[in-house]
């Protein structure tokens, strides 16, 4: 167990919805990432925030949005859904935000969108 | 094109013997890390590497920032390390992850 919490573990939604995931990372941990897992491309980074602020951008589509709370939860938000956003998305949380920094991963949760 | 380029792409092997996966990135990096994934999904962070070598237990990992290559070793392998292992580098420019698509590994007992 990484400490890392994700929920909902599997989410069906139709296409055109729109769904929260949602992360709390390890006690302690200042930092989260979002990941996006498919059969077709793989792991793909969608976004990094530490400490409430965005530190890196990766391949977020413009549907996608993400934010980090006060209490250091995060959330990411996913609308307009289309077929191909079935994936599993994955959290992972680090202590501060450098890229020396050890992630640990969360469980994912796994979207199906039909 | 991909930043990232894992080799094997599949991997069976023997209990017992010793296995090396490869990786090549063609970006400037301030880290690579290596992740482990098991069949049920989890993935776990294994090394986080900015020079040199590191070890912990039966592996080894090792990166050479002049050639962008790193390689993952696994000595005395055994059936619990059947996982996908995946190369992940952190460009240093925009600080964005990049990912190979995995080798995956099976040793049989």
């Known amino acids: 167990d990484s400490g890392v919490t994700q929920t909902p573990k599997h989410l069906i939604t139709a296409t055109g919805q729109r769904v929260t995931l949602r992360c709390s990372p390890r006690s302690g941990d200042l930092s989260v990432y979002w990941y996006q897992q498919s059969l077709d491309q793989g792991l793909q980074f969608l976004i990094q925030y530490y400490n409430g602020e965005e530190r890196a951008k990766g391949n977020i589509l413009e549907r996608f949005s993400a934010q980090q709370f006060p209490d250091l939860h995060s959330e990411l938000n996913l609308s307009s859904l289309e077929l191909g956003d079935s994936a599993l998305y994955f959290c992972?949380?680090?202590?501060?935000?450098?890229?020396?920094?050890?992630?640990?991963f969360g469980p994912g949760t796994r979207l199906t969108v039909l | 094109k991909n930043e990232v380029e894992q080799s094997p792409q599949n991997l069976t092997a023997q209990e017992g013997e010793f296995i090396t996966i490869n990786c090549s990135y063609s970006v400037g990096i301030s880290a690579l890390h290596w992740l482990q994934q098991h069949p049920g999904g989890g993935i776990v962070s294994l090394f986080m590497l900015s020079s040199g070598k590191k070890k912990h237990g039966r592996l080894i990992a090792t990166i050479n920032i002049q050639e962008k290559h790193s390689s993952l070793h696994i000595t005395a392998s055994h059936p619990r390390d059947s996982a996908v292992y995946i190369c992940a580098v952190r460009w240093t420019f925009g600080n964005q992850f990049y990912f190979g698509t995995g080798t995956s590994l099976t040793v049989i007992p």
């Open positions: 992972a949380s680090s202590t501060v935000a450098g890229p020396t920094d050890t992630q640990y």
